[in-house]
Each structure stands twice: as C-alpha cells, then as structure tokens.
C-alpha cells in the first residue's frame, strides 16, 4: 500500500543534542511538509517543499532544518534542541497541480503516523 | 488573520445518536475543505474532503459546506465508540499549499 512513513515512531534526545527525523514516501507525491504538534493543539507548519523548492514559515525556529534529497524523502533536523521542542511531528504529502496550469490545488494532505520527541 | 474556529468540546454523544460536529473559517477566499480525524497519540486521518457548497456523504460521515455563511460541518451517523477522537477542520486557500487548521472538537461517544 502507498504511504507515508516516519522514522523513529519515539525519539529521545538530551536538552542540545542534534536529532535528526525522517519521513518517507510511496505516494510519489510533489510537495513534503513538517508540521509540529503539541498536546491539543493544532499542527503548525514548519516547512514545506514544493517539488526541490524549499518554503519556511516566517515564525519556523532557525534552529529547525530540513532536507529534501529526492522525491521520496525528507529529513527534518533539530540543531539544539530545547524542552520546549519536545513534541508530536508529523510529515505530510500532497499531490498539487501548482500554480498557473489552470488547476485549483486541491491540498489534501496524508501524515505519516508522527514520530514523538522528548528532550531530556 | 486567516483563522479557523471550531468548539473544543468534549462533545459528548450517545452511541447509535448523530453526531454534529461544525466549524467556521473567515477568509472568503477559501477554496477546499477537510476533516481530519486524529485519535490520542495518532496521527491526523483524512476523513472527508468538500468543495462545493451541498452534502458530500461517504458512509456514515456527511460534510455539509455553506460558503454564504463560511461553516462547514460533519455529521457522524449511528455513532460508534471507536468514533471518539479528536476532529480536526482544515481549509486551504488558492495557490497557497498551506492548510489553515482549527484547533479540534474533542469528540466522546458515550456507550
């Protein structure tokens, strides 16, 4: 079955240590995103890639990075993290039609089952 | 600000009851409408998607969108205690990839 899929389901890091999640993909959509979740909140984006093009939110961290080698995978490295870090963070993919070919982008979007930090 | 509001809850349901779950977006621009369903722990799980003002119904779920009075709602028919979960209403402008989301209705289907 097509699907999203996220490594580690549990990470434990210590308060500075680099981590570094990963998300993968059999849908072979276009566009990746990383979405942070803290306890009943709403997920909040970080980032997405539209195809290679990278797209940061303005409030992202700096300490917060992401990498896209190819169209099925996507890497999302925490640099320091903080307590205040530790969270639920979902990968997500959509197919889209992009701007400019006349197509309305649809964004249905399909998470990965999340992997959970804690920072010690 | 573009905002999606939806009731925190705990909405509370009997089992085999309809529940109604609803939701209100202010950017008029809106063009696609979600549902999402995310169990404790879990990860979000697409539901329904609704463009079109109308009824979309997929099984026991129905999405009704007004974009007159910007709401979209979600019925769930002859709730089941498996249908208790968090729900998510996440809108999408045009041309713009992001997903405004709300903050989630806190669903308990009551045995």
């Known amino acids: 079955d097509a699907m999203v899929i996220q490594n580690p389901r549990y990470q434990v890091t210590q308060f500075g240590k680099p981590v570094t999640l990963s998300c993968s993909q059999t849908?072979?959509?276009?566009?990746m995103y990383w979405y942070q979740q803290k306890s009943s909140q709403a997920p909040k984006l970080l980032f997405h890639y539209y195809d290679k093009d990278f797209n940061n939110e303005a409030d992202t961290p700096d300490n917060f990075q992401s990498r896209r080698p190819n169209t099925s995978f996507c890497f999302l490295d925490i640099r320091s993290p903080g307590l205040g870090d530790a969270a639920m963070y979902l990968c997500?993919?959509?197919?889209?039609?992009?701007?400019?070919?006349?197509?309305?982008?649809?964004?249905?979007?399909?998470f990965g089952p999340g992997t959970r930090l804690t920072v010690l | 600000q573009k905002e999606v509001e939806q009731n925190s809850g705990p909405l509370s349901v009997p089992e085999g009851a309809i529940a109604s779950l609803n939701c209100t977006y202010s950017?008029?621009?809106?063009?696609?409408f979600f549902w999402y369903r995310q169990y404790s722990g879990k990860s979000p799980e697409l539901i329904m998607s609704?463009?079109s003002n109308g009824d979309k119904e997929d099984g026991r779920f129905t999405a009704q969108l007004n974009k007159a009075s910007q709401y979209v709602s979600l019925l769930i028919r002859d709730s089941q205690p498996s249908d208790s979960a968090t729900y998510l209403c996440a809108v999408n402008i045009y041309s713009n990839y992001q997903l405004i989301w709300g903050a989630g209705t806190k669903l308990i289907i009551k045995p």
């Open positions: 950017d008029r621009g809106s063009q696609s």
């Open positions: 609704i463009y």
């Open positions: 997500a993919t959509s197919r889209e039609s992009g701007p400019g070919l006349g197509m309305s982008s649809y964004n249905e979007q399909f």
């Open positions: 849908l072979n959509h276009n566009v």
